[in-house]
Nanobody
């Protein structure tokens, strides 16, 4: 059974930073392609970032490129999302997700999801 637990969300002023973590209960964590996705109130869920099994390949939405960094520590079964220069439009519930396939990195199709952590950026 796969369990994903996010942490690190909160309230921050525009221009600030937050680091999200996602702890995974997966026996073969290094075999899973990991992603961060978000959903703001009244909006559709959207892709934020993803990282390959080894961590060597990363993918970002254009809206966060240059501000957010995704990384993973396979020894700790954890994936991170470092968010810098936050903007009010980054306000959303952020969820991590896991899947085996690395095809279509920006896809929203994942079989395993965490509960999410709220990120609120004030102007």
């Amino acid at each position: 059974q796969v369990q994903l637990v996010e942490s690190g969300g909160g309230l921050v002023q525009a221009g600030g930073s937050l680091r999200l973590s996602c702890a995974a209960s997966i026996r073969t964590f290094s075999s899973y392609f990991m992603g961060w996705l978000r959903q703001a109130p009244g909006k559709e869920r959207e892709f934020v970032a993803a990282v390959s099994w080894s961590g060597t390949s990363t993918y970002y939405a254009d809206s966060v490129k240059g501000r957010f960094t995704i990384s993973r520590d396979n020894a700790k079964n954890t994936v991170y999302l470092q968010m810098n220069s936050l903007k009010p439009e980054d306000t959303a519930v952020y969820r991590c997700a896991a899947r085996i396939s690395a095809s279509r990195p920006e896809s929203l199709q994942y079989p395993y999801w965490g509960q999410g952590t709220q990120v609120t950026v004030s102007s």
